[in-house]
């Protein structure tokens, strides 16, 4: 094609019979007088004439539009012909490429639906005379701005974790970070909902530890014990070495190894690095250039398949309010949080959260537990938990987030219309009704409730009479 032709409202009418025949296409301009010329579509032997607003040099493009056809949409969703016509209503309006102009020109068109005739037809909007080429084959990506999706970004916990993202876990050394993040990963890997907060994306998660194994296998012992999983049936893929993210061939390894996971098992989630500084080699964490050289590998390990790269790290020696070491990692970071000890509470705060309003601060506790097996002197093996725990024992400083607020908003609910004390069902029932969760299995939505009434009599919040009635406090 020697030059782009712009036309105003050309509109192109398509019959029921499309499916039948062949439309052809040609376009054909000649001649530089100055009255106005006219382009002519043959349309199954019809003819439809429109005013061409300039003259042009000589075109011609041809197209079968059988009912199979594809018709890309501008935001990247494809319809067939036969679904664009048998549904003008639904597709009225709907910005799509101009299937009567080569794909390549990436030229943007409106479908509407002619009243008058009762048929759909294409109206070409008037942009520019110049032709919009393909990005892919200029020297440098670009895309129009009518192409960018606006679907929402996907969560992995909603609220907390955004999917296909750069995330921090920060905390000091030997307070409790590493019982969290495997709570965490552990909660995504079975797609059970992390202490209140709803997980939408289940699936394999990696974990890349700095040490050895036999602390991890005992901690993912109790948590399975915990929540009565059987430990095989859990998608939990632990790293055997450490990942030298500043090492060329090293990080080509481990893409090669979450390749040929996911063609196992599926796209990991979430890849963890078990702390950062064990992971990143030689690299000096304080350095701005060596760290935006782990931000980089981080970013080519994650996009393999699209996971979600949390790094587990140390707050800094003298400020323990940040992530240690240059500001380049903060910066670069989708999410990030910070685990406080408060006594003998751990406090979750977040610093950052490019996807989602921050949530409440959440509060655990470590719980040592027994699991089940012993050593040569007959003691048993034990190892931590994360619990859920609360700041204070009044019921004002505790703030809700997730299902555990809606479940004591059903409560409230509930008192208002003078229906408290109420038996558990009930609440179980209004619960659900405020949607709890999003689930619709029986099972589930019983063990949610379950949990989050747990929780709210932990906080104080919930008091039970000798009949089982239960109300706010």
Known sequence: MEQSTTFE???????SALNEQTLAKTVQEDGHNDESKKATLNLNSSEIDFQQEEPATTRHCNMDPTPDYVLHLVDGSQITAGEMLASPDKYNGTK????FEPVTENQFGTFYANADLGTPVFQKELV??????NPAKEPWPFITAGALSLEPRKEIIKGILPANALAALNGEPGRGKTFLAIDLLASVAIGIDWHGHLVKTQGPVVYVPGEGLDDIKYRLEAWCQQHNINRKDLPFFISEKVATLSDEDEVKKLMKGIQSLTNLYGAPVIIAFDTLSRNIGSA???SSKDMAGIIRAADRVRKVADSTILFIHHTGLSNKDRPRGSSVLPGALDANYILKPKDSILELSGLKN????????????LTQVG????????DEVTTCIIEPEVASTSPKSTKLSGQNKIAMDALEDLQKNGQTPCPSDTWRDHAIKMN????TDKDSLRKIYNRAKKYLFKCGLVIEDQNGMFEPK
């Open 371 to 378: 699991i089940g097996i012993y050593d040569e002197d007959g």
């Open 436 to 439: 709890i969760s999003s689930s």
């Open 128 to 133: 520019n005379t110049k032709p919009i080429v």
């Open 9 to 15: 409202a050309a509109q192109l009418s398509v019959v």
């Open 354 to 365: 490019k996807t989602s309003p921050s949530a409440s601060n959440l509060f655990f506790r």
């Open 96 to 99: 799509f490429i101009d299937p």
């Open 284 to 286: 000096d964490e304080n």
